[in-house]
């Protein structure tokens, strides 16, 4: 699978301990996207699915902040000024800002220092959680 081909999907497990997870995907800007996640995590007791758990007031501190816990998350390379929201599903145009060539990266929406209790989840226990891209244009 080649996800620089318009509408060849690649999948990525995204492994919620780390705070970038690299797809092997290089952007460009005004390419389009769409993203498809499924699968869980787990965040130290609790199960999680890609559209994360919300906690008020406390979800304000995460590395996107206002984004619920876990939330599946996606940004240009390591940018967190242009990180986004990726939960279950969405579709994403590379803002003009991107230099060509920036890998795609995820990750899971958590405090900075807390990744430390985070669980990828095996087939049998719902995980893991993946995110299929496909590029559209």
């Known amino acids: 699978m080649n996800p620089t081909i318009i509408g060849e999907p690649r999948d990525v497990d995204v492994d919620p301990r780390l705070l970038f ?6 952007l460009n800007p005004g390419d389009c996207y769409r993203f498809v996640a ?10 999680i699915g890609p559209s994360g758990w919300k906690l008020w007031p406390l979800q304000r501190f995460n590395r996107l902040p ?20 990726i939960g279950d599903g969405r579709e994403w145009t590379v803002p003009p800002e991107v230099s060509p060539g920036t890998e795609l990266m995820f990750f899971a929406n958590d405090w900075q220092h807390r990744y430390g209790n985070n669980h990828p989840l095996p087939p049998g226990q719902g995980g893991p959680l993946r995110a299929r891209v496909t590029r559209l244009a």
């Not at 997870?21 to 290089?26: D, E, K, L």
């Open 21 to 26: 997870v690299a797809s092997g995907i290089p």
């Open 38 to 47: 499924s699968g869980c995590w787990k965040d130290a007791w609790k199960t």
């Open 66 to 85: 206002n984004v619920a816990f876990l939330c599946l998350c996606g940004s240009p390379g390591e940018n967190l000024s242009l990180a986004f929201a």
